[in-house]
C-alpha cells in the first residue's frame, strides 16, 4: 500500500504538553501522559469527547511514555519510576523506581511479556511486563558527551519479530541488542546529529530521538535532526537515516530543511514501502518518504511541535500527541501497488 489522503479531522485542546499517546486497537480509548505528571484516558466517542485521569497517585514530574500490555497501562515519567495501571478501573497497580535519572522512552515487547526503557543514567533495562522484575541492564552508551558535558539516551526500538532491540543516544551512537540473550549484536553511527555549540552557551543539542525496525527486522530508520546553526531554535533540517544494521551499511540519508527539527517518531508500512516521520521545531509536521529511494511522497504541517504518535493497525487513524493539543489524522483507505 501507499500513503493516500492523509487528513487532520479532530483537535483536541489540552491545557497542557501531551508527551506520549497509545492507542486501544478494540476501542475507542486512547491513553496520554502529560507535563502535569497525569496519565489520561481519552473516550474520542460521543458527543463531548473527554478525558479522565487515573488515580491513587503516580508521577511527581513529566510522563514520558506508556504503553499497553494486556489489560494494564504501563507508564515512565522523568521521576524515574515506572508505574503499573489498571487500565479499566484507571487505578494505581504499582509503582517503582526504576532509574536513577529521567526516563526517556518505554517500549513492550511484540509478544507483550517484557519492557524496555532507556533513561539519562545512560542504561537500557528490560522488566518483566507482568511482576516488574528486573531481567537485565545493557550498558554500551558513554555517560559524557566529546565535549565532557552529560550525555541522555533517549531512543528505543524493538523489532517486530521481537528479536532485536535498538537504543540511542545524544551524541548519535546506536547499539543493537539480541532481545534474548542480552548480547550486543551491532551498532551504527550518526554524529551528524550531534550538534556541540562552543561559543555561545557551550553546550550540545540534537541526538538520535527516534529509532524504528523495519518489518522484517533487517533494517533500522534513526530520526533526530542534522547540523544546527541557533540551537535555542532547533533550526537543522529534521534527519533521517537508514541502515542495514548487520554490516552497518547506511542506505538512506535524508535531510528536510523546509521542515527542520526533530523527528521524534518513525513508523514504518506493514509492506516495508513507506516511512512515516513526525516531530518538528516549534511547529509540527508529519513526512513520509519511499522506503528504498527516500522520494518524498506526503507532508503536512501541524501547528505544534509533535511529541508522539500512536495509529490503528491499517493506518486509518493517527493519534497526534503535541503542545497542548491531541490531534486525529485520518488516512483513506491505502492503495495497493
Known sequence: ???????????????????????????????????????????????????????????TS??????????????????????????????????????????????????????????????????????????????DHAEQTPHHYPSMLYAIAASPDGRWLATGDRIGH?????????????????????TWDPRARRHSTGGIRSLAFSPDGSRLAVGGVGRIGNIDHLDGPARLEVFDWSTSTRQLELEDKKKKGLIEQIVWSPNEKWILTAGGDNSGFITIYDAESGELLHQDSQNAHIHALAHDDQFQNIYVASHEKLTRWTMAKAESQ
Not at 16 to 31: G, K, N, Y
Not at 108 to 129: E, H, I, N, Q, R
Not at 178 to 193: G, L, N, Y
Open 62 to 139: 513529566y510522563v514520558t511514555g506508556v504503553v499497553q500490555v494486556d489489560n494494564s497501562l504501563v507508564s515512565c515519567s522523568y521521576d524515574g519510576r515506572l508505574c503499573w495501571w489498571d487500565a479499566a478501573e484507571r487505578k494505581l497497580v504499582r509503582r517503582m523506581n526504576a532509574h536513577a535519572s529521567w526516563i526517556r522512552s518505554i517500549v513492550a515487547s511484540p509478544d507483550g511479556s517484557k519492557l524496555f526503557t532507556v533513561a539519562d543514567d545512560m542504561l537500557c533495562k528490560v522488566w518483566d511486563a507482568q511482576s516488574g522484575e528486573l531481567l537485565a541492564t545493557l550498558q
Open 1 to 59: 500500500m501507499i500513503p493516500n489522503d492523509l487528513k487532520r479531522t479532530d483537535e483536541w485542546n489540552s491545557k497542557d504538553i501531551v508527551l506520549c499517546v497509545a492507542h486501544d486497537q478494540i476501542s475507542d480509548r486512547v491513553w496520554l501522559g502529560t507535563s502535569d505528571f497525569g496519565v489520561y484516558e481519552f473516550l474520542r466517542s460521543g458527543e463531548k469527547p473527554e478525558r479522565k485521569v487515573f488515580t491513587g497517585g503516580g508521577h
Open 174 to 194: 546506536v547499539a543493537v541488542w539480541d532481545a534474548e540473550s542480552f548480547e550486543k549484536a551491532s551498532e551504527v553511527e550518526t554524529p551528524i546529529m550531534y
